[in-house]
């Protein structure tokens, strides 16, 4: 069974400053692929970045990267350059490329982030 | 539409009533998800359509709940006889093709179920 642990239930950080946001996470599967969702207040779940396990780079997007240690079993949200508008929840999320044509997302229990001006 | 549709966005049942939940998907979208997230958790599963055959159903907590999606596109969740422990937002995702490898979904803000 997949587990996602994020250990970190709060977050703060100041404008402008980068925070990293952890993820672990555990699977018997070699194939799947790493998400992570933003909630704000609003709750609408909002698409961050992903890494599939087989990436050789870590991915990217604009202020967003993941730190993926594949070895550690980790998946480490990196936000540059925080900004007021990034404080929300953070999920960490994982699928199995299973043989079944499809499979869910397992989601941890998220880190709540706090930018201050 | 533009994104994932969902109403109502806020619903509060007396416990023992039948409660439907709505989810229009961005159209065209092949996959639908139905999610539930209790109060300070991640979302958990509920269930799959992939257009308008039901492909897993494992999530669902009890037969009380009942998903649909008739023609492969607008999904109803049906809570039957409401418990204080339904109380919980769903959210509604869904995907351009099936749900898996590096598709995203894209989710609906939910709708907050509050059971009294």
């Known amino acids: 069974a997949q587990k996602i642990t994020q250990t970190q239930p709060g977050m703060f950080v100041q404008e402008k400053e980068a925070v990293t946001l952890d993820c672990t996470y555990d699977t018997s599967d070699q194939s799947y692929g790493l998400f992570w969702y933003k909630q704000p207040s609003s709750g609408e779940m909002i698409f961050l970045i992903y890494q599939g396990s087989y990436d050789e780079q870590n991915a990217t997007e604009g202020r967003y990267s993941l730190n993926f240690q594949k070895a550690r079993k980790s998946a480490n949200l990196v936000i540059s350059a925080s900004q007021l508008g990034d404080s929300a929840m953070y999920f960490c999320a994982m699928r199995d490329f299973g043989n079944s044509g499809y499979s869910t997302l397992t989601f941890g229990k998220g880190t709540m982030l706090l930018v201050s001006p | 539409g533009a994104g994932v549709s969902q109403s109502p966005r806020y619903k509060v049942a007396k416990r023992g009533q039948d409660v439907a939940l709505r989810c229009d998907p961005i159209?065209?979208?092949?996959?639908l998800f139905w999610y539930q997230q209790a109060l300070g958790q991640g979302p958990e599963f509920l269930t799959y359509f992939q257009n308008e055959a039901q492909l897993d159903k494992s999530g669902l907590p009890s037969d009380r709940f009942f998903a649909e999606r008739p023609e492969g596109s607008v999904s109803t969740l049906k809570i039957q006889r409401t418990q204080q422990e339904d109380s919980a937002v769903y959210l509604c995702?869904?995907?351009?093709?099936?749900?898996?490898?590096?598709?995203?979904?894209?989710f609906g803000a939910g709708s907050r179920l509050t059971v009294l």
């Open positions: 159209s065209g979208h092949v996959s």
């Open positions: 995702a869904s995907s351009l093709a099936g749900g898996y490898g590096a598709n995203v979904l894209t």
